[in-house]
């Protein structure tokens, strides 16, 4: 091939390539807004815990004004728990950070999480106490259950090996092989 044809295939080859990544781009920007997580279902956790608990039309509607309560309480210390997130990290941009400043933007994260999730406690407490004795049975289940689910997993550390009851502790292994069989 000439030099002249290998230009053509090149520069073809290159408008080839930016076609492809401007409709890469455009295909990102018109379907951004496209995978969005659909709503939940059957009205999500009010409608799960309303079909799983059977509540009558009266504990329905008990249950929704004591969901509008715990959304109105806690809405605004989710904003507040956001922009003390977002100031603990903005410390990072700063060149003089002490640990002083530091524990005191997680200090007041910690008592902002604790403030949530003790309205969040009385909230299930008050939702369990318009339930009948079956179905505060059923409420701890399905309580148990959530709580499994939230429950951070515990992932197994890179750093040792798992615990082998058959073997010694690292320091009291003998350097030149494995530990002799116990009998």
Request: glycine residues 4%; positive net charge.
């Amino acid at each position: 091939m000439n030099t002249n044809n290998k230009s053509r295939w090149f520069g073809a080859i290159i408008i080839l390539l930016l076609l492809i990544n401007a409709a890469t781009i455009i295909f990102l920007l018109i379907g951004k807004n496209k995978h969005h997580l659909p709503p939940p279902q059957n009205g999500g956790a009010f409608g799960f815990l309303v079909k799983e608990l059977a509540l009558d039309s009266n504990q329905k509607n008990e249950y929704q004004k004591l969901r509008d309560q715990h959304r109105n309480s806690v809405e605004g210390l989710r904003t507040q728990l956001k922009n003390n997130k977002d100031s603990l990290f903005n410390l990072l941009k700063l060149s003089n950070i002490t640990d002083a400043n530091v524990h005191q933007k997680l200090d007041s994260i910690a008592s902002l999480n604790r403030k949530i999730d003790e309205i969040t406690f009385s909230h299930f407490k008050q939702v369990r106490a318009i339930c009948n004795p079956q179905q505060q049975m059923k409420f701890d289940e399905v309580i148990a259950q959530a709580m499994q689910i939230q429950a951070p997993k515990q992932e197994p550390s890179h750093h040792s090996p798992p615990p082998n009851k058959d073997r010694l502790p690292r320091e009291e292994e003998p350097e030149d092989g494995p530990p002799p069989p116990h009998n």
